[in-house]
């Protein structure tokens, strides 16, 4: 089979965007046809060997996902609903390669046998997907379901209660949606990004896709570059790339830039000596950042990172679904006190206050938005403490001058 | 000892469920204080480590919660 051995990366287009259009002839053109018949136990092993990793922001392993998911009556889930304001990859692959995301979930529902599909997307993204479903030959049956325009509508519980009730809220969970999710059944949710790399290992197997990257990160990931650069912009760049790689792949020069922050507003910032290191958990470790949903957000020199700092975490207090007290009353507490530090107050404490009550909300809600909200705190509070202490005592480097 | 007794009793508070009423932090002042809030709050979160001696005041919580947001459970940690 002629397909089985084309290889995207040839094609110098990287793996996920390589077919010139989204429809299905340029899909097979580019691919081969999908290659069905995939059993459950062999697409784990060929998962296992890939390293394939979730690419929708906890970065899980995707075979233990899979061995996860008990058998009978199974469902999958493509989440392509990002929430996350400043990241745009899921809805640029949903546009450009929608057929690579549901040969990933056509595949893995074969695999485990499952009796639903869906998918999962904001309103923009579902058209593509329609029309691509349309002309597939393999008919699958997969219900479209739109995600509202919210930054925890992609969290997991929530989108398992987005499918049931319509309501795109968190809930707690007792059990692992492997175990019991949709209306009890077993649940496998990939975001759609993991899906198509799932798709291409199912085609060219764990060494192809181990071809790219490294031991540590194999394959590829998209990455949306925002923030302080020319264009806002999706690439796709090896695992284990570093930031300066990444940012100069979108046309950015990071000599231009203060620090990045990396993975989503539940992320970490990185400043500018961390730029050579791999964009990996292992590489960023020290700052207690990891490639997440492939959010990079740029921060310019001589712009001001508290500032930046304030307005993410009060967007993240006014993104609580208010449904846990600690989340409801200690994310606005919390952006409040950033907001005072941002804004030069004198008050030598705010600083061990907004610690205290990132520390306070932390596990401590249905979801992890309270935990991611926490990180992204001590993350500001770590990476701009040298500005912190500025402002504390009246200043802001950036703004060379008072603030008051 | 088989691998149930082995594991640690933990309380679950489910904050969806908790609307901050109090009860439990008085049945079990030993492991939960209230927060700024009002809300419950011990050592590790939304799971609450339960020593034996405590199992009881621990399960009275649980039964007495008015939102039933407590939950009782063994867990096997790694």
């Known amino acids: ?404 | 000892m088989d691998a149930l007794s082995r594991a640690q009793l933990e309380l679950h508070i489910d904050f969806a469920r908790c609307d901050g009423r109090g009860l439990c932090t008085e049945l079990l002042p030993e492991l939960l204080v209230r927060d700024d809030w009002g809300y419950p709050v011990g050592r590790g979160g939304r799971d609450v480590r339960v020593p034996e001696p405590l199992a009881t005041a621990a399960q009275d919580a649980v039964d007495l919660c008015p939102l039933q947001a407590l939950m009782l459970r063994r867990v096997t940690r790694a």
């Not at chain 1, 100069?248 to 922050?261: C, E, F, I, Y």
């Not at chain 1, 990185?270 to 700052?287: H, K, Q, S």
């Not at chain 1, 740029?298 to 500032?307: D, I, K, P, Q, S």
């Open chain 1, 1 to 404: 089979m002629t397909e089985m051995t084309l290889d995207p990366r040839q094609l110098g287009t990287g793996g996920l965007f390589a077919a010139a259009q989204p429809d299905l002839a340029s899909h097979e053109a580019a691919y081969g046809k999908r290659p069905s018949g995939w059993s459950r136990n062999a697409l784990l092993a060929e998962l296992d060997a890939s390293g394939l990793t979730g690419r929708g922001g906890a970065g899980f392993p995707a075979w233990r996902k899979l061995a996860a998911t008990s058998a009978g009556r199974a469902v999958v889930i493509a989440n392509g609903a990002e929430g996350e304001p400043v990241s745009r990859k899921d809805a640029a692959l949903l546009r450009q390669a929608p057929h690579l995301v549901l040969d990933g979930l056509v595949t893995v529902g074969e695999a485990i046998g499952a009796s639903t599909l869906f998918l999962y997307a904001t309103a923009d993204s579902l058209p593509f997907v329609a029309q691509a479903l349309a002309e597939r030959r393999d008919r699958p049956k997969v219900k479209l379901v739109e995600a509202p325009e919210a930054f925890i509508s992609g969290e997991a519980s929530a989108v398992v209660n987005a499918l049931e009730t319509g309501i795109a809220l968190p809930r707690d969970k007792p059990l692992r949606l492997g175990k019991s999710g949709y209306e009890g059944r077993p649940t496998l949710l990939h975001n759609v990004e993991t899906l198509a790399h799932l798709a291409l290992v199912a085609r060219f197997g764990a060494d192809w896709f181990r071809s790219a990257g490294t031991a540590d990160d194999p394959g590829t990931r998209l990455y949306s570059l925002s923030g302080d650069v020319p264009t806002e912009w999706v690439v796709e760049a090896p695992g284990g790339a570093t930031i300066r790689e990444v940012l100069r792949l979108g046309g950015v020069d990071a000599s231009s830039l203060a620090a990045v922050l990396v993975g989503g507003f539940h992320g970490a910032w990185v400043p500018a000596e961390g730029f050579d290191l791999p964009l990996t958990g292992r590489g960023l470790a020290r700052y207690g950042a990891t490639p997440g949903a492939g959010v990079l957000m740029a921060l310019a020199r001589g712009r001001c990172g508290l500032e930046a700092s304030a307005g993410i975490v009060r967007y993240l207090a006014e993104s609580s679904a208010r449904q846990c007290g600690p989340c409801m009353f200690g994310l606005p507490a919390m952006a409040s006190v950033v907001e005072r530090i941002a804004a030069g107050e004198r008050t030598p404490w705010l600083a061990s206050e907004a610690e205290r009550l990132a520390g306070l909300v932390t596990g401590r809600g249905a979801c992890r938005h309270p935990d991611g909200s926490a990180r992204f705190v001590h993350s500001t509070l770590a990476v701009f403490r040298d500005e912190v202490q500025t402002h504390l005592s009246g200043m802001c480097t950036a703004h060379r001058g008072w603030t008051h």
